[in-house]
Each structure stands twice: as structure tokens, then as C-alpha cells.
């Protein structure tokens, strides 16, 4: 199916997991398996001036882009970026990656869509991602709608952050996105696994898509922040069996065995009964980790989430929930 393509964030997302400390060659042996997988998109990491110094999935410069990826073709790579952490004239001036993927609130629309014009304007395909789609009203969306619409972005994203959308939810989203968004603006999607309906909703997009191109997220292995990702090898394989795609799955399992599975043996993630209970009382996955570290029985762990204010419910913050 020509028009669904994948988008693999196992560099990015994935980080997540282990703070973004990838070696080189990781990084390279991840680039080359899912370049022979034949996976549409492949982001590299963060943009940001916010980097220690073994965090080489995290970039504050672009000598070290290029360095990686020399010997890469750049057409299939991306770069995200929360828009108030990298400076835009760096990015015009010296990448040679040319999707851009911007991470912004709702609080900050105005100024981050400032941001992605400026990346238009300059021949950069930027995908829109406004996180915690869920805090959206129906008409906050057709208002967002319209000014990406004159924004004129490659890609607008579902961003499930929390992981707790369900089919109902991401139908009356899509098709209200659909019907009023620009026909040559494409639609990602990009799920957290938390309520386990990750892959489901994904299959719901693929279902609704007509003409429409659709982007789906996914990370090798489901390697990613709470309970993880939507797995590439498995959206590969369901858009081989149904939509006579040709992705190479051994390609992207050769990536497991040799560059995932070891990073999960050490710190392992998934589905766990706190992170279902962050998304149903949409918190951010953080404050569940840090309360299954505490050794809290679930009752305490439900009991606390329910009760963080809902301000403080969408940003983690650590001297909170410790007091």
C-alpha cells in the first residue's frame, strides 16, 4: 500500500531507555539494517543544546550528524527537535537532513508553528507533532488545523503521548483531521503502548487512509519511553501480509539481535501495570517509573496518580511526586 509508510524512532524514542547512550557503531549498524529493511523514515535523535557527553543520539552540533552519518544517504533520515531548545538558524544553516520533526504543547502553538513556517520557508519537510493530543478539544483541533493548513508542513502527527487513546478516540480524531486538512499535508501517527492499543489504533489509521499518505512511528523492538513503541517488525510484517508491501523483516530482527536485545537484557521495557495506570489517569509515564522504583504496592501507586493535580499531570516533575 503505496501510501502508508513507516517512520522508525528507535533512536529518538528509544533513548528513552538508555539516556540516548548509543555508541556510533549502534548507531550505524541500526541505520544500515533498517536501510536494507526498506523502513520509509529513520530518525536519528534529538536536536537540542541539553547533551551530556556520552549521549550520541542527542545533537548539539552538526559536525557530529555528518560524521555518523557520511556514508548514509541522507533522503530517509530525520531530526526532531523541541522547537525552544535548538537555535533555527543552526538548523537552516547547516543541516543536511531535510525532514525535521518539531515536539511542541498546545501552550506553545503560536510560537512553535512561528518556528516550522521559518523550516518551510527554507525547503525543510517538517513534521508537525503536537504532543498530548488527548488535552485537545474538538474545535482547539480545527483550530490548530487551520494554521498548519498556512503553515503548509510535510507531515501533521497524532501524538498519543500518554498512550491511552482507543479505537473510538483515534476514528473522531482522524476523520476530524482528515476532512479539514490540507489534501497534500500527510498524517503520522505516533502511539505509547501503555493501555496496549498501540498497534490496534495503528491498524484502525490504516483501515480509515484513502488517499491520504499515512506515517506510522514505530521502534525496533518497541524500544521506547513507558511502555514502548508500536514494534517496526511486526507494522512491517502486517503491511506485508495485507498491503503487499516489501519490507525485510530479517533485516530489521538482525537489528535485535544484535543491537536491541542487548540494551533490553540490561534495562528492559513494556507493558506494566503502573504505566496502565499512567494513561488512565493521564500522567506521564515518568511519575509510574518512579513510584515502581519506590516499591509501592498498585493500590498506593493508583491512589497517588489519581491525585496529582491535573496541572501537574503531563510534565514530569521529580521533587513533586518524591514530597
Not at 556510533?24 to 549498524?29: E, K, P, V
Not at 533485516?251 to 535485535?256: E, G, M, P, V, Y
Not at 516499591?295 to 501537574?312: A, C, G, M, V
Request: hydrophobic share 40%.
Amino acid at each position: 500500500m503505496e501510501n502508508i509508510k513507516i517512520l522508525d524512532c528507535t533512536l529518538r524514542d528509544g533513548g528513552y531507555i538508555n539516556e540516548w547512550n548509543f555508541e556510533t557503531q549502534q548507531i550505524q549498524s541500526i541505520l544500515n539494517l533498517l536501510i536494507k529493511s526498506n523502513i520509509d523514515f529513520i530518525e536519528l535523535g534529538f536536536l537540542t543544546k541539553e547533551k551530556n557527553k556520552n549521549q550520541t543520539a542527542l545533537f548539539d552540533n552538526f559536525d557530529d550528524i555528518n560524521k555518523i552519518t557520511s556514508d548514509f544517504s541522507k533522503e530517509k533520515l530525520c531530526l526532531m527537535v523541541e522547537f525552544s531548545k535548538f537555535p533555527i538558524d543552526e538548523i537552516i544553516k547547516y543541516s543536511i537532513i531535510k525532514n525535521i520533526r518539531v515536539i511542541f504543547k498546545k501552550q506553545n502553538t503560536k510560537e512553535a508553528l512561528l518556528y516550522c513556517e521559518k523550516l518551510v520557508q527554507n525547503d525543510f519537510k517538517v513534521f508537525i507533532n503536537p504532543t498530548y493530543i488527548n488535552e485537545y478539544s474538538n474545535n482547539e483541533i480545527i483550530d490548530l488545523i487551520n494554521k498548519i493548513n498556512n503553515t503548509n508542513p510535510y507531515c501533521l502527527s497524532i501524538v498519543d503521548t500518554l498512550g491511552m487513546l482507543n479505537e473510538k478516540n483515534i476514528k473522531k480524531l482522524y476523520l476530524s483531521i482528515d476532512n479539514n486538512l490540507n489534501p497534500d499535508i500527510n498524517i503520522g501517527f505516533h502511539a505509547h503502548d501503555n493501555l496496549g492499543l498501540a498497534f490496534l489504533n495503528a491498524q484502525v489509521l490504516i483501515d480509515l487512509t484513502k488517499k491520504r499518505n499515512l506515517i506510522i512511528d514505530s521502534s525496533i523492538f518497541g524500544m521506547g519511553r513507558g511502555a514502548g513503541n508500536i514494534q517496526s517488525e511486526l507494522l512491517a510484517k502486517y503491511l506485508n501480509d495485507n498491503y503487499k508491501t516489501n519490507y525485510d523483516i530479517i533485516s530489521i530482527l538482525k537489528a535485535i539481535r544484535n543491537e536491541i536485545e542487548p540494551i533490553y537484557n540490561k534495562t528492559p521495557w513494556g507493558a506494566t501495570m503502573p504505566f496502565y495506570l499512567a494513561a488512565i489517569h493521564q500522567c506521564h509515564p515518568d511519575y509510574a517509573k518512579y513510584l515502581t522504583k519506590e516499591n509501592l504496592p498498585l493500590d498506593k501507586i493508583d491512589f497517588i496518580l489519581k491525585n496529582i493535580p491535573k496541572e501537574k499531570r503531563t510534565t514530569f516533575d521529580i521533587n513533586y511526586i518524591h514530597q
